[in-house]
């Protein structure tokens, strides 16, 4: 049996980079159901797009994988444009079906409301000084080569992943310094928004805290943390990692040995026939599957 969430909430998957990890992600979705899913940002990378960046099938596949859960689930699915999808502001605001395309929204649930956006919004220098951004960008994207050259090796000798950005970020006092001004700013606005909690993403940095009495829920990214946010049907909110799920465990439990030996009775000779087994796959043409 999947387990069954109100609210499931990605951001930063930045298909079209070399570091997405597209096919985690769609895997990751194909354990569980929800009726609302909230694609908070940074989905599509244009900006990696329209310099290096290329787009692979695995990428489509993560949109089949939406797709499959708005026809079978009869799940909501909410795009909200974060500044590397900003391509998104020619057609905002885009109702089709299920699926909304949007700035931002405030979802209620249990009694609370939470404003919801990516968060490059509050974030001043991609907000006015848009060549420090890529300048950023450049560099963030210099790190995540690093990154896996370092972790090639470390995996050769048997040593864990190590995140190179993460440590950067832990010892450069000005990113830290930010990042807290990022998470207090956020929660002023919830605050002024007549909101209870604020959930973004936007930094990388899966969070989930209270600030000044402002439930700070970050969803983290799919770049390296592989992270999400899932809310229940009572409304309390977990991040879920997914490096620490147990997919082995999923899969056996999806597959239950029947206990009962079914007798076996000779009738006669028969001719064999053989079937295929049927693979599940998100796409029906086999040149997608994984």
Not at 61 to 73: D, P, S
Not at 96 to 123: C, R
Not at 148 to 172: A, E, H, I, M
């Amino acid at each position: 049996m999947k387990t069954k969430f109100k609210t499931i909430v990605v951001s930063d998957v930045h298909l079209g980079t070399k570091g997405s990890k597209a096919k985690e992600i769609s895997r990751f979705l194909k354990q569980y159901e929800c009726e609302n899913l909230i694609l908070n940002g940074d989905i599509i990378d244009g900006w990696q797009l329209k310099k290096s960046g290329s787009w692979k099938r695995k990428h489509t596949r993560f949109f089949n994988r939406i797709i499959k859960m708005i026809e079978n689930q009869n799940t909501r699915v909410y795009y909200l444009r974060g500044n590397h999808d900003d391509f998104l502001d020619q057609i905002l605001p885009l109702q089709i079906g299920k699926l909304s395309i949007q700035q931002d929204m405030i979802y209620e649930s249990n009694g609370k409301k939470y404003f919801i956006t990516h968060g490059d919004v509050f974030d001043s220098i991609t907000t006015n000084l848009r060549w420090i951004a890529y300048i950023g960008d450049v560099g963030y994207t210099f790190l995540l080569w690093l990154n896996r050259v370092l972790n090639f090796y470390r995996f050769k000798r048997g040593l864990p992943y190590f995140s190179l950005s993460k440590y950067v970020k832990g010892k450069v006092k000005s990113a830290v310094s930010y990042i807290d001004q990022y998470e207090v700013e956020l929660a002023k606005m919830a605050r002024v928004k007549g909101c209870d909690g604020i959930i973004c993403g936007h930094i990388h940095k899966a969070e989930k805290r209270m600030i000044d009495g402002i439930d700070y829920l970050n969803s983290g990214d799919w770049v390296e943390t592989m992270s999400a946010l899932a809310e229940d049907h009572e409304g309390n909110w977990q991040l879920i990692y997914y490096n620490e799920i147990n997919f082995k465990s999923i899969e056996e439990h999806k597959i239950q040995p029947l206990n009962k030996e079914i007798p076996q009775i000779q009738y006669g000779p028969f001719k064999e026939v053989s079937f295929g087994k049927a693979d599940d796959q998100d796409l029906e043409n086999p040149s997608f599957r994984l």
